[in-house]
């Protein structure tokens, strides 16, 4: 397995390609469990492959701990049908993944659409509320 990386606008991309076996597997998770922490990450699969298990799931652990690592920071693109299966099977689920490098790559730069959602026991109403428009029980 290689990995070539490119940092742009802040997000490092990480374009995978050869096979993944448990040696690959294991130097891959060494050398980014070293990466410093808090960082924007985006894999791109589109180049890499398995053969059996014997590699996937130490990758796949990889995933889910700079996952956690990184405090969800971390993108997929260009996933595969075989590695969309294992990665819906495994622990990981709340991994994003996008069509492409790009796509993945701007999605760190919106704001979280959680800023925009009234969450339930908000109320935003009072604040603009004239008190002569006030709702008596």
Do not use: W
């Amino acid at each position: 397995m290689q990995a070539k990386v490119e940092i742009k606008e802040g997000v490092t991309v990480f374009h995978l390609s050869g096979r993944i076996d448990f040696e690959a597997a294991d130097r891959f998770r060494e050398t980014c469990l070293r990466m410093p922490q808090d960082q924007k990450l985006v894999f791109n699969l589109e180049s890499l492959s398995f053969v059996g298990s014997c590699g996937i799931t130490p990758f796949i652990e990889t995933m889910q701990d700079l996952f956690l690592q990184n405090q969800g920071r971390l993108k997929l693109c260009r996933v595969g049908v075989e590695f969309r299966k294992v990665i819906e099977s495994s622990k990981i689920k709340n991994i994003e993944v996008y069509e492409d490098v790009d796509t993945a790559r701007i999605a760190f730069l919106k704001p979280p659409i959680d800023n925009f959602i009234e969450k339930p026991g908000e109320v935003i109403a009072n604040a603009y509320m004239p008190s002569e428009y006030e709702i008596k029980d």
